[in-house]
């Protein structure tokens, strides 16, 4: 039997991880924002599990009213509304969630997985390094920029001159044309001497 959630279900799961949030905050320790981040990451597999991406975007966007973009992560959106951090903490909080969800089989606590690979900054520029050499070459090539293009022409001038230089490039020869004389009286007159003398 499959469970039916509501949007309801989805604010109170929202809610308690913003609690677990508050309550980290109070604490001095500077691993704090790992019990955050373990909650974000234990709802983020919930709902991946529940197949309810598409209605926890929609319960973001509409019941909590907090913009966010067509391709924005499910990682990131439970963060923007279920804590109030700087834009540039909580893109690293996702970005170290999101390489902690592609090693999951590796691991079996995150805080402590945190921890062994240079904690949640380091997570977050592995993950960033990992995408950069999976990233496929067929992707659309970017139209160069005026900068580029200018460069480009440069580069094909110089180029050509080069060639010119190396090659020597001489002019065709000219054409001579060799117009006939025309006949005299006089050359007729030899031509039948010359016939009549055979």
Known sequence: MTNVYRADDLLTWLDQV??????????????????YLEAVFNLYAKIRKEGLKDLTITVIRGDLNIKINRDTHLIRAIIDATSKADAKTRSRWSRALRYGWKQRNHWDRLPRFFRRNGGMSGCANWFTETRRWRR?????????????LRLMKKDIESSRARLAR???????????????RRLTVGDLDRMAQARGGN
């Open 18 to 35: 913003r609690g677990v949030r508050k309550k980290a905050s109070r604490e001095p320790t500077r691993f704090r924002d790992y019990q």
């Open 136 to 148: 496929r070459k067929t992707k659309r090539p970017k139209l160069p920029s005026d900068i580029h």
């Open 166 to 180: 190396m090659v020597k490039l001489r002019a065709s020869p000219k054409l001579v044309v060799v117009q006939p």
